[in-house]
């Protein structure tokens, strides 16, 4: 069975700029969460959706948003791209929300703002 | 708070043990996450502890104490593949908290 795929792999763009990034989950998983990795750091959340809806939001700005698709795929938005912005953004799928939900991880996109 | 503390950087020697320490905010604790992550791949599971004790699954241990908010995960038999880093990760509602990463190396 294939993983968690995330396209693109990298992406170079300027200030300003707005990037979407994508995400399909392992089949049969319903949920997906965003986190950003800068270099040197833990993974940091961004979001989580089951079932099309949000489930949970990190402590980031209203530049970056979500949505899920009715076959689970997600896409990670950002608008106003900032230099602070580039990392590697990486897309989690799990069958649910529980708290014991494992998560997998996709192979991330790396974004590099300019 | 969220706060994850685990070593920056760790050295151990191929064939020998190393313990990774994590401590983390017991408030709103759901379980706790290791997973492994080599520089420049995604995160990769490596276990889940809920309940106090260990867990072994065969090179690879993993110890709860939720009355000190402490974790540890226990790498035996060390190969030079081990050099990654390892994060440890508090689950909290569902989302996962990370610390900043062990960053082990292997040296023969």
């Known amino acids: 069975d294939a993983g968690v795929t995330q396209s693109p792999t990298h992406l170079i763009k300027t200030r300003g700029q707005h990037v979407t990034l994508r995400c399909s989950p392992i089949?049969?998983?319903?949920?997906v969460s965003w986190y950003q990795q800068v270099l040197g750091q833990g993974p940091q959340f961004i979001f989580q959706y089951y079932e099309k809806e949000e489930r949970g939001r990190g402590n980031f700005p209203d530049r970056f948003s979500a949505r899920q698709f009715p076959n689970y795929s997600s896409e990670l938005n950002v608008n106003a791209l900032l230099l602070g912005d580039s990392a590697l953004y990486l897309c989690?799928?799990?069958?649910?929300?529980?708290?014991?939900?494992?998560?997998?991880f996709g192979p991330g996109t790396r974004l590099l703002v300019l | 708070g969220q706060n994850i503390d685990q070593p920056t950087e760790m050295t151990a020697t191929e064939g020998a043990i190393v313990q990774i320490n994590c401590t983390y905010q017991t408030s709103g604790f759901n379980g706790l996450f290791w997973y492994q992550q080599h520089a420049g791949e995604a995160p990769t599971f490596l276990s889940y502890?809920?309940?106090?004790g260990l867990e072994e699954k065969g090179r690879f241990s993993s110890f709860l104490s939720r009355s000190k908010g402490y974790s540890y995960l226990l790498l035996k038999e060390l190969q030079m593949k081990d050099s990654a880093s390892y994060l440890c990760a508090e689950s909290q509602g569902g989302k996962l908290i990370f610390g900043q990463g062990t960053e082990l190396s292997v040296k023969p």
């Open positions: 989690a799928s799990s069958s649910g929300t529980g708290a014991g939900e494992t998560q997998y």
């Open positions: 502890n809920v309940l106090d």
């Open positions: 089949s049969g998983h319903k949920s």
